[in-house]
């Protein structure tokens, strides 16, 4: 069977969601059965989004094979099992690289390099390479909104796709916002049309239109949308905000999303099977209790950058229906005046659980060193993820062993004692013009660590990494003996993985990102037994808050 394509386009505004609704398309494909691919194209001429600042861009996903890529690769991982990496996410900058790598080299034989065909086959081209690996359908999303000039040659190169492989191969999927005004208490149409007709314009007719809306589409409402954009009325699907996103896959299957992309494809297969997204999303609505975690950190105000870390935790809190209250704490505002100064502790009072997430640079780093220190003496479950961890054995060796002016070489490079540094530096492993540790590295846990229990008592682990400081062995032998745990590193012994307090409730740190790899069906089991131990502080807080009040 050659390979079929679902194309994804997005209209009138930006932000409706269309990573999320590639994501579920996908996730419906594959709960029949089918084996599906997913690829995203983002037309900005960043030649990937690893330079970007979180505030721009959001969280940057990182792939097994260690690509710096567009957060949306995150909902299609958490959403289906595709293989994802680095040729999953291209930019325009991406293509343009590539094409003028091949100039350079006179790859094209003295001829003008052009939009089209030249960027346009190069789309092409990566949307085949992506294809040809055994998926039945390749969902290809295209970044940015209809009527912007750099998505063009993208959805030209899309156009061509259908034009050259007829009706049945391909499906084009175009997501719009139905309006509720409130002044008219009328749901509009006509930013709906607008964007089809300025698709019409380019040479594509949307086969499948998903309206977001904040209520039901009557029936009227559908009729007029599929006469005045060209579709049938069973492909006009209301796209219904959703409390949580776990729910959007069961919202298309109910409107017959999944029916109507396999008959446009005229594919085969059997009924979803959806019974466990079902319970996911039952157990999301009705939680136990709930759980109150504090995440310390820098990009806090803008939640898209911890999207995965965010998503993450609810994955561990759901497995144990439970409901997630996160509440982001900028880092600075935990400073300390002096050094007899705790003031900032009223802040982490309510929480069952305190994580530090991964960040760069030096602002807010005496912050996270005060959570910490609180949480390790309070014996409140931690949490460290990449600077989470280099912070917390920072915390250490200057509050534990003494060594008060310990740090990163990244905060302070003068440090006396340089805990945290560059070891690739020295290693002299610098590849590709960066200094990044990225992707799936293997991990060995030690046999019987807080680590290995978590991950059900296996000794070998892979996980992704995006971080440039490391743990320093010189140290390793005092922290220890003050009772830090290493309990994983690189099979070479050479990076440290994860450490951990034994005796403290839950107190972990690992140098890479396993928010990942957590996914809703498969909660990562780090997550899950933070908040395991989290849930447990609170229950014991509780209980300890009735024995006083009974005693007074
Ligand atoms: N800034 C730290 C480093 O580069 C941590 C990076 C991160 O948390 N992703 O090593």
Known sequence: MSAKYVFVTGGVVSSLGKGLAAASIGCLLESRGLKVNLMKFDPYLNVDPGTMSPFQHGEVFVTDDGAETDLDLGHYERFTHAPLGRDNNLTTGRIYEQIILKERRGDYLGKTVQVIPHVTNEIKNAMRKVSSNGADVTIVEIGGTVGDIESLPFLEAIRQMRQELGREQTVFVHLTLVPWIAAAQELKTKPTQHSVKDLLSIGIQADILLCRCDRNLGREMKQKIAAF????????????????????????????????????????????????????????????????????????????????????????????????????????????????????????????????????????????????????????????????????????????????????????????????????????????????????????????????????????????????????????????????????????????????????????GCQFHPEFKSKPLEPHPLFREFVRASYRNRLARKESLFAQQQSA
């Not at 705790?342 to 996270?368: C, N, T, W």
């Not at 660590?449 to 992704?464: H, K, N, P």
């Open 229 to 508: 954009c060209n579709v049938e009325e069973r492909a006009v699907v209301a796209a219904k905000d959703v409390p949580s996103v776990y729910e959007v896959p069961l919202g298309f299957a109910q409107e017959g999303v999944d029916a109507l992309i396999l008959k446009y494809l005229h594919l085969e297969a059997p009924e979803a099977d959806l019974v466990r997204w079902k319970d996911l999303v039952d157990r999301v609505h009705h939680p136990k209790d709930e759980v109150s975690i504090g995440i310390v950190g820098k990009y806090v105000e803008y939640e898209d950058s911890y999207k995965s870390l965010k998503e993450a935790l609810t994955h561990g809190a759901i497995s144990q229906n439970l409901k997630l209250k996160l509440t982001w704490i900028e880092a600075e505002g935990l400073e300390a005046q002096s050094a007899e100064d705790r003031s900032y502790e009223a802040q982490l009072e309510d929480f069952d659980g305190i994580l530090v997430p991964g960040g760069f640079g030096k602002r807010g780093i005496d912050g996270m060193l005060n959570a910490i220190r609180y949480a390790r003496e309070r014996k409140v479950p931690y949490f460290g993820i990449c600077l989470g961890m280099q912070t917390a054995c920072i915390e250490f060796a200057r509050n534990v062993c003494g060594l008060k002016d310990a740090n990163s070489s990244e905060f302070d490079p003068a440090t006396p004692h340089r805990v945290i540094y560059k070891l690739r530096e020295l290693l002299g492993v610098e590849e590709m013009g960066g200094t990044m540790r990225l992707g799936a590295w293997t991990c060995i846990l030690q046999e019987d660590s807080l680590a290995q229990r978590a991950y059900g008592g296996v000794t070998e682990i892979s996980e992704r990494h995006r971080h440039r400081y490391e743990f320093n062995r010189e140290y390793e032998a005092l922290l220890t003996g003050a009772g830090l745990r290493i309990s994983g590193s690189t099979p070479d012994q050479t990076y440290v993985e994860i450490v951990e307090i034994p005796g403290h409730p839950y107190f972990l």
